[in-house]
């Protein structure tokens, strides 16, 4: 059974292992023990090392590609969380989450968690990048980021492309709305951006 894998595991697996090499031995014996389709004993080996480096998030990323390549949504989804917990600064565990959550159809807590994760990484790349297929929530997910942005006072602009729209299927549009927008929110910027434009009124035109 799982226990029983597990509490071998916890009794072996740190038998004559020098301090220095238990990282490198546990993930490769995890990864020879997923190898030999032993995906039980593999999950054991990465579980015990988490519990010795619970702030490795490659060891993180690690337990989350078993549970998603062997596991389940729900398994998936708690070792995501935890790991959040123990790494909040791994903006690539926050991002798999938001996407684990997205593709399960839970666009709401997909939403939650980039929240979440701009909340406890203030100084990091303010860029996501998300694709997928028409109508999998990709526009909802943004728009109402975007809504919980300007809510919290933390939205500079945004613009949301559209084929339906002349207006917003336009390259042009962007940086000049973005421009706008950004003048309204920051003064400063503004009042520069109005100085540009009368020194040179062609600036603005793409």
Known sequence: SLRTCEAIVKATVAMEVE???????????????EARGKIGTARAIL????RVFPDKRDLWHRAADLEKTHGTREGLDKILEQAVHHCPQAEVLWLMWAKEKWLGG?????????????????ESEKIYWMNGMAGTGKT?????????????????GSFFCSGISSTCRSPNQIIPTLAYQLARFLPTFGSRLCMILNEDPDAGKL
């Open 106 to 122: 839970d666009v709401a807590s997909a939403r939650g968690v980039l929240e979440n994760a701009f909340v406890a990484n203030p």
């Open 47 to 50: 579980a015990y090392a988490l």
């Open 19 to 33: 301090e220095e090499d238990r990282l490198s031995t546990w993930v490769g014996d995890a990864e020879s023990a």
């Open 140 to 156: 909802t997910i943004a728009y109402s980021f975007c809504e919980w942005l300007n809510i919290t006072e933390r939205l500079g």
